[in-house]
């Protein structure tokens, strides 16, 4: 690859990179805006129909009685994605018998692309207990707009796919309820997320 070449690919990430970040900041402070003005709880997450990597549907229900550490991304992320998954299985481990309490789970922006097979191998490669999610459209759309995170689809002309995704790259802490507990934005180490999941433990 030429010199020019090498340069306009480093861009491409680093603006990917920051504009991850940025639309990550936009979505925290109107997600703490919403928790703050919310007398009888946070208004984060909610009912969602969806398929795991086994092809079977599940929904919130499947998961009561657990912590549930949720992220939104897609498999053909180059960096991002797989930082935060790696992140979440370390604090998940810094937790010790404790993490036993809690479900992680990977719920994909991109379905055309993530089938449960492709998430079954995707969610191996982080953790043996990292659930994956995936569904038509439809049902993503439907759990993006509870959890209130951004994605659309973008052209990508550093990369031999047709398109890859914008999406804002946060981790969220669900209660055994189903209730919003916390949130962490991008750049949370491992001890720090593992820190602010064993305040509700």
Same mark, same amino acid.
């Given at each position: 690859?030429?010199?020019?070449?090498?340069?306009?690919?480093?861009?491409?990430?680093?603006?990917?990179?920051?504009?991850?970040?940025?639309?990550?900041?936009?979505?925290?402070?109107?997600?703490?805006?919403?928790?703050?003005?919310?007398?009888?709880?946070?208004?984060?997450?909610?009912?969602?129909?969806?398929?795991?990597?086994?092809?079977?549907?599940?929904?919130?229900?499947?998961?009561?009685?657990?912590?549930?550490?949720?992220?939104?991304?897609?498999?053909?992320?180059?960096?991002?994605?797989?930082?935060?998954?790696?992140?979440?299985? $370390?604090?998940?481990?810094?937790? +010790? /018998? @404790?993490? !036993?309490?809690?479900?992680?789970?990977?719920?994909?922006?991109? %379905?055309?692309?993530?089938?449960?097979?492709?998430?079954?191998?995707?969610?191996?490669?982080?953790?043996?207990?990292?659930?994956?999610?995936?569904?038509?459209?439809?049902?993503?759309?439907?759990?993006?707009?509870?959890?209130?995170?951004?994605?659309?689809?973008?052209?990508?002309?550093?990369?031999?796919?047709?398109?890859?995704?914008?999406?804002? $790259?946060?981790?969220?802490?669900? +209660? /055994? @309820?189903? !209730?919003?507990?916390?949130?962490?934005?991008?750049?949370?180490? %491992?001890?720090?997320?593992?820190?602010?999941?064993?305040?509700?433990?």
């Amino acid at each position: 690859m030429k010199r020019n070449g090498i340069i306009a690919l480093v861009a491409g990430v680093a603006v990917a990179i920051l504009a991850g970040i940025w639309i990550s900041n936009l979505v925290i402070s109107a997600v703490e805006t919403r928790d703050g003005q919310a007398a009888g709880g946070a208004r984060v997450g909610g009912p969602f129909t969806l398929v795991n990597e086994q092809g079977e549907s599940v929904t919130e229900a499947d998961f009561r009685g657990r912590y549930m550490l949720i992220y939104f991304g897609f498999t053909f992320c180059p960096d991002v994605c797989p930082t935060e998954l790696q992140v979440m299985a $370390s604090a998940i481990e810094t937790l +010790g /018998p @404790e993490a !036993e309490k809690i479900t992680p789970v990977f719920i994909t922006i991109d %379905p055309e692309r993530d089938t449960p097979e492709v998430m079954a191998r995707y969610v191996a490669l982080f953790h043996p207990r990292l659930t994956g999610l995936t569904g038509t459209p439809e049902q993503i759309a439907a759990a993006a707009k509870a959890w209130h995170v951004f994605y659309r689809k973008a052209e990508d002309e550093n990369s031999s796919e047709d398109y890859t995704m914008d999406h804002s $790259s946060i981790v969220f802490l669900m +209660g /055994p @309820e189903g !209730e919003y507990l916390k949130l962490f934005g991008p750049g949370t180490g %491992p001890d720090k997320m593992a820190e602010g999941i064993a305040e509700f433990l």
